[in-house]
């Protein structure tokens, strides 16, 4: 097998449109693009926050806004590629090539123009939640057509000191943590405008030099994979950091990472018949549980298994091993079965990357490392189908043993741009029925819960947040992450292919599995 040319996928000047930057698509990102084209916006993503301004910030609706839309144009400038668009040249009997594309600003005009368009508020929604908005006007898939927006804001002021964001966006150019990042970044922005908006629109003002703001486009992270960095010692001779393994994008390494990672693929995803595109347009809902921060404690203590740290089960390791047992429970399988509950394993990269792009906001691209995840059925076995609490620990360890099979892959992020054309050679596959699982982890790791003003008192509190995408496959999307010490599940599905009372039942079994763990 020949090495993927990297140089297709980095930036350069469209010789036929002055003014225009491209680049292909590679990997997650032309896997998400091509699910959006076939699949009515399969996988365009939201990220909905609620916050509180502090007492002492006073802000009428129209100031909000206009606030708002300064944020998001300071966050064009750090951030360029949420002014981005998608194009495609069209091939006969295979996926097209997809490429991102970007058009300098002309002017601070142009930019104001841009920032109408993408920026809308919604003040008949006070009453209502961010995940009505997002029901109402998410459905459609973006971007609509080649060139067309791809990114928009959604301002819901609820009250005089509380407001939500909505984000939307095609998931081709941001994965759930890149959106987490921008948001962060534009909070962060809104705090200072918000405060003195005068001071900050000027400070801003010398340093946005519009036509200029390629230079911040965000490179595939194929391009800014991290190299092997030394063991770092103090003066008294104390380890500060071990040596550090590069990400390999070539040699042996990249190649047996690869190969193993398509095998995975070939023998744990089943046999379908070809996928027959002339789906049923979707609709996208999301239903969701809190736990409470007792009971979110239990869970994550319930990890703390005989025989010390080298045994410790994670919440995200529970929580995926509950997750397996949901289609088990409705379909037992026979004691001797060699069936496999299938994932596609998809795990944070930006630890992989060069230094500049491992910090918090370093990255707020697309950065997923995906493999198979392969958990045997026949753990289910081990234990009567009463044991929940058991049966959960020993799904757990079998998640826990592909968890690390995955990060134990020396090129997991380098070969994502190779392993998705190999993905997109093979025929078309059919909707995908099994459970989908994201394991984000941490909200704050990624969105920062306050925000502080010019003189550093805390202006922007986060009070919650969700990260949805949208669904036309049956199998649902099922994801966990923690806020503000509590545990949160949500499940994204089409309401056309699974009823509500069965989505939410799926929903309780998943809770109910969990407490068993606290008892």
């Given at each position: 097998m020949e090495l993927v040319d990297f140089e297709r996928f980095v930036w350069r000047n469209d010789e036929k449109v002055p003014g225009r930057l491209y680049r292909e698509a590679g990997g997650g990102e032309v896997i998400e693009d091509i699910w959006k084209l076939m699949k009515h916006g399969e996988q365009n993503l939201f990220l909905g926050v609620y916050a509180s301004l502090a007492p002492s910030v006073s802000l009428s609706q129209a100031e909000l806004l206009a606030h708002t839309k300064s944020a998001w144009k300071s966050l064009r400038w750090e951030v360029p590629t949420i002014a981005s668009s998608t194009a495609h040249i069209w091939h006969e009997g295979r996926a097209p090539t997809?490429?991102?594309?970007y058009d300098l600003a002309k002017n601070a005009e142009d930019v104001n123009s841009w920032v109408d368009e993408t920026v809308k508020i919604f003040p008949e929604y006070a009453g209502k939640t961010l995940d009505e908005l997002r029901y109402d006007i998410g459905q459609e898939p973006i971007p609509a057509n080649?060139?067309?927006r791809q990114t928009f804001l959604y301002l819901v002021p609820f009250s005089a000191h509380k407001f939500g964001l909505l984000m939307h966006t095609a998931h081709?150019?941001?994965?759930?943590?890149?959106?987490k990042i921008l948001m962060t970044k534009l909070l962060g922005h809104l705090a200072q405008y918000a405060t003195d908006a005068a001071a900050y629109k000027a400070e801003q003002a010398g340093v946005m030099r519009w036509g200029e703001e390629g230079a911040n486009l965000l490179p595939i992270i194929t391009e800014v994979l991290k190299k092997?960095?030394?063991?770092?010692?103090?003066?008294q001779g104390n380890v500060i950091r071990e040596e550090t393994a590069e990400e390999y994008r070539e040699g042996k390494e990249y190649f047996e990472t690869l190969g193993d990672i398509m095998n995975g693929f070939g023998t744990g995803y089943p046999s379908f018949l070809p996928f027959d595109p002339a789906t049923s347009k979707p609709k996208t809902r999301r239903v969701e549980h809190k736990f409470t921060a007792e009971e979110s404690t239990k869970i994550q203590e319930a990890g703390r298994i005989k025989g010390g740290l080298t045994e410790r089960l994670t919440v995200n390791h529970l929580v995926h091993a509950a997750c397996c047992?949901?289609?088990?429970y409705d379909n037992p399988p026979a004691p001797d079965s060699d069936g496999l509950i299938f994932f596609f394993g998809l795990m944070d990269g930006r630890q992989r990357l060069d230094a500049p792009y491992r910090t918090s906001t370093g990255y707020p691209g697309y950065c997923l490392g995906v493999s198979a995840l392969q958990i045997p059925v026949s753990t289910f076995h081990r234990h009567p189908p009463s044991d929940k609490k058991a049966l959960i620990i020993d799904f757990a360890k079998e998640v826990k043993r592909e968890y690390a099979k995955q990060a134990a892959y020396p090129a997991l992020v380098a070969v994502q741009v190779q392993e998705g054309e190999l993905m997109l050679q093979a025929p078309p596959a059919p909707p995908f029925i099994g459970p989908q699982y994201g394991g984000d982890g941490k909200g704050a790791v990624y969105l920062r819960p306050e925000y502080e003003g010019k003189e550093g008192e805390t202006v922007i509190d986060v009070d919650d947040f969700f990260v949805g995408l949208n669904k036309c496959d049956p199998g649902p999307f099922f994801r966990c992450t923690e806020w503000k010490g509590r545990i949160m599940l949500s499940v994204d599905y089409n309401e056309f292919a699974v009823e509500e009372k069965v989505m939410k039942g799926w929903l309780q079994q998943w809770v109910d599995l969990l407490l068993a763990l606290t008892v």
């Amino acid at each position: 097998m020949e090495l993927v040319d990297f140089e297709r996928f980095v930036w350069r000047n469209d010789e036929k449109v002055p003014g225009r930057l491209y680049r292909e698509a590679g990997g997650g990102e032309v896997i998400e693009d091509i699910w959006k084209l076939m699949k009515h916006g399969e996988q365009n993503l939201f990220l909905g926050v609620y916050a509180s301004l502090a007492p002492s910030v006073s802000l009428s609706q129209a100031e909000l806004l206009a606030h708002t839309k300064s944020a998001w144009k300071s966050l064009r400038w750090e951030v360029p590629t949420i002014a981005s668009s998608t194009a495609h040249i069209w091939h006969e009997g295979r996926a097209p090539t997809t490429f991102i594309t970007y058009d300098l600003a002309k002017n601070a005009e142009d930019v104001n123009s841009w920032v109408d368009e993408t920026v809308k508020i919604f003040p008949e929604y006070a009453g209502k939640t961010l995940d009505e908005l997002r029901y109402d006007i998410g459905q459609e898939p973006i971007p609509a057509n080649d060139l067309d927006r791809q990114t928009f804001l959604y301002l819901v002021p609820f009250s005089a000191h509380k407001f939500g964001l909505l984000m939307h966006t095609a998931h081709t150019t941001f994965d759930g943590a890149g959106v987490k990042i921008l948001m962060t970044k534009l909070l962060g922005h809104l705090a200072q405008y918000a405060t003195d908006a005068a001071a900050y629109k000027a400070e801003q003002a010398g340093v946005m030099r519009w036509g200029e703001e390629g230079a911040n486009l965000l490179p595939i992270i194929t391009e800014v994979l991290k190299k092997r960095e030394g063991r770092v010692i103090d003066d008294q001779g104390n380890v500060i950091r071990e040596e550090t393994a590069e990400e390999y994008r070539e040699g042996k390494e990249y190649f047996e990472t690869l190969g193993d990672i398509m095998n995975g693929f070939g023998t744990g995803y089943p046999s379908f018949l070809p996928f027959d595109p002339a789906t049923s347009k979707p609709k996208t809902r999301r239903v969701e549980h809190k736990f409470t921060a007792e009971e979110s404690t239990k869970i994550q203590e319930a990890g703390r298994i005989k025989g010390g740290l080298t045994e410790r089960l994670t919440v995200n390791h529970l929580v995926h091993a509950a997750c397996c047992l949901l289609p088990i429970y409705d379909n037992p399988p026979a004691p001797d079965s060699d069936g496999l509950i299938f994932f596609f394993g998809l795990m944070d990269g930006r630890q992989r990357l060069d230094a500049p792009y491992r910090t918090s906001t370093g990255y707020p691209g697309y950065c997923l490392g995906v493999s198979a995840l392969q958990i045997p059925v026949s753990t289910f076995h081990r234990h009567p189908p009463s044991d929940k609490k058991a049966l959960i620990i020993d799904f757990a360890k079998e998640v826990k043993r592909e968890y690390a099979k995955q990060a134990a892959y020396p090129a997991l992020v380098a070969v994502q741009v190779q392993e998705g054309e190999l993905m997109l050679q093979a025929p078309p596959a059919p909707p995908f029925i099994g459970p989908q699982y994201g394991g984000d982890g941490k909200g704050a790791v990624y969105l920062r819960p306050e925000y502080e003003g010019k003189e550093g008192e805390t202006v922007i509190d986060v009070d919650d947040f969700f990260v949805g995408l949208n669904k036309c496959d049956p199998g649902p999307f099922f994801r966990c992450t923690e806020w503000k010490g509590r545990i949160m599940l949500s499940v994204d599905y089409n309401e056309f292919a699974v009823e509500e009372k069965v989505m939410k039942g799926w929903l309780q079994q998943w809770v109910d599995l969990l407490l068993a763990l606290t008892v």
